[in-house]
């Protein structure tokens, strides 16, 4: 079984090609699970599994967390499998990819940059607060498509020297929050400078922070935009991992475009021999 290992800004994946493997669709799950899990296999994030279109598309984008959940789109994967999809013929430097969340369109820019349309928010709550251990933490709360990808935007002063152990306590919190049905990925923000901000997120299905979370980082440029606070065009976003920049078109309090660029990295290709993998 052949594989790609690629991040985007940190944020890495498994990628396969089930267009020449064929595996069954109940076996994904558990490859997620082994696959993802770091020592003792490959490790990542998530895995992405491209498959036949079933919308017009020019293929399928199915997305795992490394727990084994699926995840209903990936911002830093879907410009990563972008650039898979290009250099495997699939499509051409514009592309459309399917996704459990809706369509996702992407553009290669060069080699390593790629700049993809995220689905657009479906739901967008700008003041929404939630309470933790008594403390009230100001908070908006993003869907992005439908299913929607929840996000919990949440400010954090100084949030670069933050106690790591209690920002990890706090997002683990909020994470599993009753104010959010479906959980959340918890995207805590910093302001640094005019459209200049700091991020980091506790990821939903891989329960920790991640190096970089892409529909994170365009819910909270979406919010901060629709607040007055940045200007939506060309806001950079540093985190762990890198940068990404993020552009908003909005009417007034509806988002119309969200349009997400950075860089890829093709770490190595291979073929899985994990013997812990057992798919059949």
């Known amino acids: 079984m052949r594989f790609w290992k690629m991040n985007g800004a940190g944020n890495d994946f498994v990628v396969l090609n089930n267009l020449e493997e ?21 490790g990542a994030d998530g895995l992405m599994v491209v498959d036949a279109p079933t919308q017009g598309g020019d293929y399928k984008m199915l997305f795992f967390n490394s727990d084994g959940s699926v995840g ?5 994967g879907a410009r990563c499998i972008c650039r898979y999809g290009y250099e495997l013929g699939l499509a051409g430097e514009t592309q459309t990819v399917e996704t459990t969340a809706g369509i996702v369109t992407g553009r290669r820019i060069t080699q390593r940059l790629y700049r993809v349309r995220l689905n657009d928010p479906t739901t967008v709550k700008l003041d929404a607060p ?10 908006s709360y ?24 209690q920002l990890r306590e706090l997002g683990r919190k ?5 104010a959010f049905p479906k959980g959340a990925n918890v995207n805590f923000y910093e302001i640094l400078g ?10 939903r ?20 935009t629709l607040l007055g606070r940045v200007t939506g065009r060309n806001v950079r976003v540093d985190m762990k991992g890198g940068t990404l920049t993020i552009d908003v ?8 475009g969200l349009y997400l660029t950075g860089p890829t990295n093709v770490v190595c290709k291979g073929e899985v021999t994990d013997e812990d993998l057992n798919l059949f």
């Open 22 to 42: 064929h595996l069954p669709a109940e076996c994904l799950p558990q490859a997620a699970r082994t696959l993802c899990q770091r020592h003792l296999s490959i």
């Open 72 to 76: 209903e789109m990936c911002g830093n």
């Open 130 to 139: 939630v309470e933790v251990d008594g403390i009230r933490h100001p908070c």
């Open 142 to 165: 993003v869907e992005l498509g439908n299913p929607g990808l929840p996000h919990a935007v949440v400010p954090y002063p100084n949030l670069r020297d933050a106690d790591e152990s």
């Open 174 to 178: 909020l994470r599993w929050h009753p």
């Open 194 to 203: 005019d459209d200049l901000l700091y991020e980091r997120t506790f990821e």
């Open 205 to 224: 299905g891989v329960e920790d922070f991640t190096y970089a979370c892409g529909t994170g980082t365009g819910s909270v440029v979406a919010v901060l």
């Open 249 to 256: 078109e909005h009417a007034g309090s509806q988002v119309t």
